[in-house]
């Protein structure tokens, strides 16, 4: 399987070049788009790549998949829809889009092609993630993580998808009721989502990622550790859609961190 990527700004291409052109057998990085910088030249002396194209666009009949890894999420939109419209897997990494008519346009483009999409924060297949989805049906959900408002990646999209994508799938279902509180130190996010209580820690600076779920049986709670493979398990999701045609999120499910961030955005702007 050929993979092209655009946007390769973001650190997790280096990750993703690493684990493909090493590990798998059956995929590989072969074309990045961004032209010749000296970053792209990088990465192509790195991961052995074929080709280094100018437009996104250009990688059409070069790939067989697209990871589209842009660091702000508002390019998303224009860099994946050419690749969805004919048909190819896509992966947008985090976040979806920065605002909902984006992210609602990507999946529409999806559904009209039959092409298969999926995003996510890689924390939500960590094995810290996993341990906590296996506790059982929640009663309360809470996970924290550090967010910087003022980024020039999109605000609080860029590192706050991190704990909303993981407490969100943790709670399944459709979002009831959302309240945002902003105190000096972080932004507090309680919402409802399917009779689950959810609270989310959106910490202003360096902060560690946690999460905790509450069920009948009792309370696990544990840091949400990232050590150097921690986006394999994500990436291996990908390549297993790309090669079944079969997302591993529902699609209505890729569009809840969306639209409870954009609620976020709106209550703190």
Request: proline letters at 7%; charged letters at 20%; glycine letters at 8%.
């Amino acid at each position: 399987m050929r993979i092209g990527i655009v946007g390769t700004e973001n650190s997790h291409v280096d990750h993703i070049i690493d684990h493909l052109n090493t590990s798998r057998r059956d995929a590989r990085v072969v074309a990045v788009s961004g032209g010749r910088s000296e970053r792209n030249e990088s990465l192509r002396d790195k991961g052995s790549l074929e080709r280094i194209v100018d437009a996104p666009e250009e990688l059409l009949g070069l790939v067989d998949a697209v990871v589209v890894a842009d660091r702000h999420g508002d390019l998303h939109r224009a860099h994946a829809v050419p690749f969805l419209r004919e048909g190819l897997p896509v992966f947008v990494d985090k976040p979806l889009a920065c605002t909902v008519e984006d992210a609602e346009a990507i999946v529409a483009e999806a559904l009209a092609h039959d092409a298969p999409l999926t995003s996510f924060s890689a924390l939500r297949w960590i094995p810290d993630t996993e341990l906590l989805a296996a506790q059982g049906a929640p009663r309360r959900v809470t996970t924290a993580g550090p967010v910087d408002p003022a980024s020039p990646y999109g605000g609080i999209f860029f590192y706050g998808i991190h704990p909303v994508d993981v407490a969100l799938r943790l709670a399944p279902g459709p979002i009831t009721a959302v309240g945002v509180t902003r105190l000096t130190d972080s932004i507090v996010v309680q919402a409802e989502v399917r009779g689950v209580e959810v609270v989310i820690k959106l910490a202003f600076g360096d902060t560690p990622f946690h999460g905790s779920v509450v069920t009948s049986s009792g309370t696990t709670s544990h840091p949400l550790v990232l050590d150097e493979h921690y986006l394999v398990p994500g990436l291996e999701a990908f390549l297993d859609m790309a090669s079944t045609g079969e997302p591993p999120i529902d699609y209505s499910d890729l569009l809840r961190p969306v639209h409870l961030l954009h609620a976020v955005a709106k209550a703190i702007a």
